[in-house]
């Protein structure tokens, strides 16, 4: 996927402007990214109307090829649509703040609901949580296990009482033991049904919550707008929180739910724990629809500090065995002017995620390597066979380091060297068609 828009700025590089068929194309691809995503179709298609509207005929930022300065509307756009501030749970003036959880079943309500109670308790609230969900078989044990987890008291009546009659005693439970937050978990079906809407809508005329939040699961994908389109129009929704963001989806349900409801979403389920639970980041998203990590950022960042012509020029150093220990460095030098290295992995999409993390970069290592060569004669970094054992120990003197150090640079730079002479060698005998062994 982010190879397709790849190609896409590829095949854009290097024209001038942004015609009504640059869009156009980079357009068609980006439709197919968000339906990988499992954005709705609908939604999809006012959405790329939208960006074809602003894109053509905008001007092309001058660091930008017309395929990033595309792909740098749509990131806007979708972080726009998505909500470009986070959004916060609204605490009623007088208390207690009555939330109601409502979605389908298995959406992750009961858990969201702990995850909720949790996350308001740390921020210094005190929660209770409401077992609403008569139906589900140990659905009311279940929220007892999670409530004690997070160590907030649940209110329950057992499964003979009515939800209605159940959400109202808790509410008078909670302002009795000075609960300032009610958290309702309620019952879900596996599809939308009226007896369903009608059992919430009784809750919801009874308790007047101040927040209703709509718990989607984020691998629902397509489907995820009819629910939340008729959840909202039933019943009325006050915010979302999404699901299940720790798996493979997309994430395109967030994109289809929040355009259909215009509400806020304001958390993010991303694990099966307790604490997997994290307030929404409109441009995150953005980035993970369009499965390119943060590859606009970088784009952004590489146009700042890289400079193709001199990136060219390496190549033919490179080529011609020229290259010395002063290109070495101007290198190191462009790489660290872009941030941290570990950043730039992170942002690098199929580089980035968990494993890249663990993966230290000693940024140390580079401070030293730069201070070595920093401390050699302009001769010594053009002609580095001239480096003899005095000069190492004057070098590792100079830069701080040890001699061991100096070597060991040297060594590495020599087999990049030779690297490179086979990597150059090899193309050549390539292109000439014959093997190379
Ligand atoms: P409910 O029917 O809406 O109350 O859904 P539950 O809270 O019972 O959750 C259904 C299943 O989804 C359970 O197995 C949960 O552990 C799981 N679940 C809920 N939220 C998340 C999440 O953010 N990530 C993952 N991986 N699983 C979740
Ligand atoms: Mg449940």
Redesign the pocket.
Known sequence: LADKLQNTLQKLKGKGKLTENDVAEAMREVKLALLEADVNFKVVKDFVKIVKERATGSEVFESLTPGQQVIKIVNEELTELMGTTQSKITFSSKPPTVIMLV?L????????SGKLAGYLKKQGKRPLLVAGDIY?PAAIK?LEVVGSQVDVPVFTLGDQISPVDIAKAGVEHGIKHGNDVVLIDTA?RLHIDDTLMDELKDIKTTVKPQEILL?VDSMTGQDAVNVAEHFDTKLGVDGIIL?????DTRGGAALSVRAVTRKPIKFV????KLN?LEPFHPDRMASRILGMGDVLSLIEKAQVSFDEKKAKELENKIKTQQFTFEDFLEQLQQVQSMGPISQLLEMIPGAGGKQMKNLEVDEKELVHIQAIIQSMTTGERKTPTIINGSRRKRIAKGSGTSVAQVNRLIKQFDQTKKMMKQFTDMEKTMKKGGKFK
């Open positions: 979605g079943q298995g959406a992750g309500k009961t858990t969201t589900r279940q879900g718990v699901t299940k963001l720790d798996g389920g991303l694990g099966e997997d």
